[in-house]
T-cell receptor
Framework: NAGVTQTPKFRILKIGQSMTLQCAQDMNHNYMYWYRQDPGMGLKLIYYSVGAGITDKGEVPNGYNVSRSTTEDFPLRLELAAPSQTSVYFC??????????????FGSGTQLSVL | DAKTTQPNSMESNEEEPVHLPCNHSTISGTDYIHWYRQLPSQGPEYVIHGLTSNVNNRMASLAIAEDRKSSTLILHRATLRDAAVYYCILREESGYALNFGKGTSLLVTP
């Protein structure tokens, strides 16, 4: 049972480079989320999606883009990497947040350094 | 989301019970109380949730104050594997995502 799979686990980027963080889930969940976690801090929501073709901004969306062409995949795109984007990125999914007791399932994270 | 307040860190001895407190004085009547934990170098994982009544599952127990302004996550016998950051989160009825604060870093010593 794979759950939420994130790739790559680690990546080092140079300033101005671009990359895509991959996230896939095999639980047929409708909702998917991207969070970032800076050292010693909690998680902040970047973007979320309520289904294929539908995405919306979270608390810290600047510098990122997302797309959701399938239920399973929710990639996060960094177009012009900046040192401020050095962080650990977590993808999560849930079947539906319409019930407030719905729980989120998280991937193991991607550690990104921008130098 | 309504705010929660947790101690930055706590320490426990192995095989002892641990009580992790959370204050949420501005909780609304429909907010669920969720607890997640994050083991080192891993993503958060669900622990337990509740609304008004105390809850038990295989991982932990959740004790909710009668006025719902505070709650306590109880680990009955801490193990070294329970060393993690524990997040107390209020889930609004219409919320799409969970807002994670800094949580409580639990250290378990042998």
């Amino acid at each position: 049972n794979a759950g939420v799979t994130q790739t790559p686990k680690f990546r080092i980027l140079k300033i101005g480079q671009s990359m895509t963080l991959q996230c896939a889930q095999d639980m047929n969940h409708n909702y998917m989320y991207w969070y970032r976690q800076d050292p010693g801090m909690g998680l902040k929501l970047i973007y979320y999606s309520v289904g294929a073709g539908i995405t919306d901004k979270g608390e810290v969306p600047n510098g990122y883009n997302v797309s959701r062409s399938t239920t399973e995949d929710f990639p996060l795109r960094l177009e012009l990497a900046a040192p401020s984007q050095t962080s650990v990125y977590f993808c999560a999914s849930s079947y539906s947040p319409d019930t407030p007791y719905e729980k989120l399932f998280f991937g193991s994270g991607t550690q990104l350094s921008v130098l | 989301d309504a705010k929660t307040t947790q101690p930055n860190s706590m320490e426990s001895n192995e095989e002892e019970p641990v009580h992790l407190p959370c204050n949420h004085s501005t909780i609304s009547g429909t907010d669920y109380i969720h607890w997640y934990r994050q083991l080192p170098s891993q993503g958060p994982e669900y622990v337990i949730h509740g609304l008004t009544s105390n809850v038990n599952n295989r991982m932990a127990s959740l004790a909710i104050a009668e006025d719902r302004k505070s709650s306590t996550l109880i680990l009955h016998r801490a193990t070294l594997r329970d060393a993690a950051v524990y997040y107390c989160i209020l889930r609004e009825e219409s919320g799409y995502a969970l807002n994670f604060g800094k949580g409580t870093s639990l250290l378990v010593t042998p």
